[in-house]
C-alpha cells in the first residue's frame, strides 16, 4: 500500500508539472472546458468555421443572377438584396468580438455556427419571393460580423507568437470561403437542377460538418478572463494613433473594391456568355479572389518591410492598386469584353488581399489580448462599409454612367491614398 502510494503521489506530481508547463494539454473529462492555446493545429477548426460562413456569403453571388431573372429584380434591387447583408454585419460585429472577449471565443462562435445554417434555410425560401433573400442575407451578415471576429481572434491565440502566421491564416480561410462558394454554386445554378435550393442544400451539409468539428479546439478565453469592467465600444487601440489615421480610411476600400467585381462587372462589364449564363459571376468572383490569394502573400511581405520602417509601404501599395482597380472597371465597363473584366477583376482581387492582411497584421499588432476581438469587429466593421459602393454606383450611373461612376470612385480611393500617406509621416509607428 505504502509503494502504491508513493507511486500515485509522482504520477500525481508529474501531470501536475505538466498542466503548470503546457495547461491545455490535459484532457478535460465531461462538461469540462478545455483552456489554452491547445494542441498544434487546433487553429483549423476555427478557420474551417469560418471557411463555411464566408463559403454560406458568397455562394449568393452567382444565385443573384437567377434572381434577377425570375423575380424581375432591378440593379438597384439586386444590389440592395446584395447590400443588406452589410446591415446584419453591424450587429454581428458590435456584438460578436467584445462578447467573445468577456464570454469566451468557443460559446460564441458555436452559436454563430450554428445560426449559419438557420440562415442558409432562410436563403431556400428566397425562391418563392424577394422577402426570403432580405431576411435571408440580412441573417447571414449577422452570423458573418460574428464568426469572423471570433473566429480571427481565435485563430490568432491558438497560433501561438509566430509573426503574421494568424493573419495570413484568417485571411486565407476568409478568402478561401468567398472564392469556393460562388465556384460551386455558379456551376450548380447554372447546369444542376432545382438550381435555388441544391448549392444551399451543400452548404448546410459543409456547415453541419464545421459545428461539429468546432468543440475540439481549445478556449483561449475562459469567461470573465477580460475583467469585471463593461467592455468598451470603442477599444483603447483604436482611439489614436496609427489605426484612427491609417488603418480607418484604408479598411472600407477591402471590400470596396472586390465586391465590385461581384456585382457590377458581371452585369456590366462583359457582354453574354450564352455557354457560362449564371455561372460566369461565379467563375469570375472565384477569379477575383484567386488573386485575392496572391495579394495577401504580397502584404504580408510588405507589412513585414513597413514594420521593419515604420512607413505605411503596405497600405499605400495596396491602395493604388485599388485605384488602378478601379479604372480598369471603368473601361471594362465602356468597352465590355472578356479580358478587360478578366483584367479588372484580377487587379482589384489583388489589391483586396493586400489591404485586407495588411490591415489584420495593424490589428494584432495593435490590440490588447483583452480587446483583440473588439478591435477585430471595428476593423471588418469598418471594411464592409465598402459594400455601399456598388449599390451606390447603381443609383449614380442612370446620371453618369457606369465608366464615369467608376472613375469618381477611384478618384476618391486615391484621395485616401493621399491622406493614409500624409498621416503616415506624423504618425510613429506604434
Partial sequence: MRRSSRATSFNDLVEQKKEAVHPAAAIPGDGAVRTGRGGPGQWRWPALAMFTVGYGAN??????????????????????????????????????????????RRRIMIASAALSLLATAVLITGHWGVAGLYAGRLLTGVVSGTAFTVGTAWVKELSGGSVGTAARRSALALTAGFGVGPLVAGPLAEWAPFPTVLPYLLHLVLAGVALALLPRAAETRPAGSSGSGRPRIIPQAARSGRFPRIVAP????????????????????????????????????????????????????LHQASAARGDVRG??????????????????????????????????GSGYGVCLVVGLREVERLAAPAELGGLIALYYS?????????????????????????????AAAAVTLVAVLVQGHRTPAR
Fill in 382 to 410: 469598418l471594411a464592409y462599409l465598402g459594400l455601399a459602393i456598388p449599390y451606390l454606383l447603381a443609383l449614380a450611373a442612370p446620371h453618369l454612367g457606369y465608366p464615369a461612376a467608376l472613375v469618381v470612385a477611384a
Fill in 250 to 301: 484604408m479598411a472600407p476600400w477591402v471590400f470596396g473594391s472586390v465586391t465590385i467585381v461581384f456585382t457590377t462587372l458581371p452585369a456590366h462589364g462583359v457582354q453574354a456568355l450564352p455557354r457560362l449564363g449564371v455561372a460566369f459571376p461565379g467563375l469570375l468572383a472565384a477569379f477575383a479572389l484567386a488573386a485575392g490569394l496572391g495579394g495577401q502573400r504580397a502584404g504580408q511581405r
Fill in 315 to 348: 497600405p499605400a501599395i495596396g491602395l493604388a492598386v485599388i485605384v488602378v482597380g478601379y479604372l480598369a472597371a471603368a473601361l471594362a465597363t465602356a468597352r465590355p469584353g472578356l479580358l478587360t473584366v478578366l483584367a479588372a477583376a484580377l487587379i482589384l
Fill in 59 to 104: 455562394q449568393f453571388v452567382p444565385l443573384l443572377a437567377v434572381y434577377r431573372r425570375d423575380l424581375g429584380l432591378s440593379d438597384a434591387a439586386a444590389t440592395a438584396v446584395f447590400g443588406v447583408y452589410a446591415l446584419g454585419l453591424v450587429p454581428g460585429f458590435l456584438i460578436g468580438g467584445p462578447a467573445s472577449d468577456r464570454h469566451g
